[in-house]
Nanobody
């Protein structure tokens, strides 16, 4: 059974940093793509970053140069390092795996960027 558990959200001032973690169980990271999504009130959920099974990374344009996705295969953990945070980054952040056309989601972690 695939399980994803996010942690690391919180309140941060503009320009600050946060590190989100996604503890993954039930799959092997080197055989799956793991992505981070976010959703703010009134908006659709959007993909922020992803890391493929072979380690290739992709980012949405608005976070390029500020966010970094990485993984620790030994700990089965995927992290999202977020720097230079902006108020528009405020959202609930979710970890995602799509496996055999089935989406698996974590419970989400709130990130609030505000002074």
């Amino acid at each position: 059974q695939v399980q994803l558990v996010e942690s690391g959200g919180g309140l941060v001032q503009p320009g600050g940093s946060l590190r989100l973690s996604c503890a993954v169980s039930g799959i092997i990271l080197t055989s799956n793509t793991v992505a981070w999504y976010r959703q703010s009130p009134g908006k659709e959920r959007e993909q922020v970053a992803r890391i493929t099974s072979w380690g290739s990374t992709n980012y949405r344009d608005s976070v390029k140069g500020r966010f970094t996705i990485s993984r620790d295969n030994g700990k089965n953990m995927v992290t999202l390092q977020m720097n230079s945070l902006k108020p528009e980054d405020t959202a609930v952040y979710y970890c995602n795996v799509n496996r055999f056309s089935v989406d698996y989601w974590g419970q989400g972690t709130q990130v609030t960027v505000s002074s």
